[in-house]
């Protein structure tokens, strides 16, 4: 069995509070792409492939954004996504065998509660994103989030979050021709991934995995400055010594991101990325995922294409197994129906 871990859906009342509460622009686009919210076009799309089911969690764009920071108000939503996925997996268990919960770092108490309920209710972990309305993720604020899920246990879905506000130049106002979103998401995930290993956010919460979106963005092809480069890291700054941090981190930079991080093959169908991931990334530490419903045929091709490349990397069968489903069964815990 193939498992997809990371699809995206919008559950029915949720849709429908969206639009009620004057999103009309977010609902138009929704709209466009009914396989993202018509549950009975998004099964005939898993039933397009044979030995095949998906993980669902939520899209873009962020609560904390298109709520404007009202943490309880986000709240509320966050609670409508993850009972409409909770019910959906519930109904129908072989087409979607597990869901990843919504928590917002911007609630009162940093998406703490709702995460402890999601994953009470059945979910396989959390999805955060890339940054929190602006903010780095290792902003003192959202500790209270990773303390929790170092204590669960539970994985953490990353999505990268990145608009046209973020300009490409200082000269500029806003980011042109969507560079924000092709490359400046894969960037985005990387800076993210960083920041987490240079806050020691991983070495003080042991038991948090994250899994990166899109085989981490730039990360795999970036191994030697991730590597030697870093080793060098302070040669660059003369306002700080980065050097006494250098010295402070239990291990090599790049050992986080070979090792640490997980990561799935979400790359839009592209080959030459997905082998630069897997030569990459630990094998153990890799996640199938197509990224569906987010292509040109609104959730088959990349779906389609992703399979057709794993298909044909020369590994053992063993090996594909693990990334079809033994690696995300053991980072969630669970065990999928067969």
């Known amino acids: 069995m193939r498992i997809d871990a990371y699809t995206h859906f919008i559950p029915e009342k949720f849709f429908a509070k969206i639009v009620e509460s004057g999103h009309a622009d977010i609902g138009k686009r929704v709209r466009e792409i009914p396989c993202i919210h018509d549950l009975d076009?998004?099964?005939?799309?898993?039933?397009?492939?044979?030995?095949?089911?998906?993980?669902?969690?939520?899209?873009?764009?962020?609560l904390e954004v298109m709520l404007k920071g009202d943490g309880l108000k986000i709240e509320e939503f966050t609670k409508l996504v993850n009972d409409g996925?909770?019910?959906?997996?519930k109904k129908d268990p072989d087409r979607f065998p597990g869901w990843v919960a919504q928590a917002t770092l911007m609630a009162p108490d940093g998406g703490v509660r709702e995460a402890e309920r999601a994953i009470k209710m059945g979910a396989l972990g959390v999805q955060i994103y890339t940054n929190v309305a602006g903010k780095p993720l290792d902003d003192?604020?959202?500790?209270?989030?990773?303390?929790?899920?170092?204590?669960?246990?539970?994985?953490?879905?990353?999505?990268?979050?990145?608009?046209?506000?973020?300009?490409?130049?200082?000269?500029?106002?806003?980011?042109?021709?969507?560079?924000?979103?092709?490359?400046?998401?894969?960037?985005?995930?990387?800076?993210?991934?960083?920041?987490?290993?240079?806050?020691?956010?991983?070495?003080?919460?042991?038991n948090v995995r994250v899994i990166t979106h899109h085989f981490g963005g730039i990360v795999p092809m970036l191994e030697g400055r991730i590597g030697p480069g870093w080793d060098q890291l302070g040669a660059r700054t003369s306002d700080e010594d980065l050097?006494?941090?250098?010295?402070?981190?239990?291990?090599?930079?790049?050992?986080?991101?070979?090792?640490?991080?997980?990561?799935?093959?979400?790359?839009?169908?592209?080959?030459?990325?997905?082998?630069?991931?897997?030569?990459?990334?630990?094998?153990?530490?890799?996640?199938?995922?197509?990224?569906?419903?987010?292509d040109p045929e609104k959730g088959t091709m990349y779906t389609r294409e992703t399979l057709r490349i794993i298909e044909g990397l020369d590994m053992p069968k063993a090996d594909k197994e693990k990334v079809w489903h033994g690696n995300l069964e053991a980072l969630c815990g669970v065990k999928f129906k067969s």
């Open 41 to 62: 076009v998004r099964k005939r799309v898993v039933d397009t492939f044979k030995d095949y089911a998906q993980i669902l969690s939520y899209p873009m764009p962020p």
């Open 85 to 89: 996925f909770a019910d959906i997996c």
């Open 140 to 206: 003192p604020a959202f500790e209270p989030f990773f303390e929790t899920m170092n204590r669960l246990k539970k994985p953490i879905w990353m999505h990268p979050a990145r608009a046209a506000n973020f300009p490409d130049y200082l000269s500029e106002k806003k980011s042109k021709f969507e560079i924000w979103w092709t490359f400046g998401w894969s960037y985005e995930t990387a800076a993210a991934m960083a920041r987490l290993v240079f806050s020691k956010t991983l070495d003080k919460y042991p």
């Open 243 to 294: 050097g006494v941090l250098l010295k402070q981190l239990k291990k090599r930079p790049l050992d986080y991101f070979k090792h640490d991080f997980y990561a799935d093959t979400a790359v839009f169908g592209g080959e030459p990325a997905t082998k630069c991931g897997f030569a990459f990334y630990d094998l153990d530490h890799i996640v199938f995922a197509s990224d569906c419903p987010f």
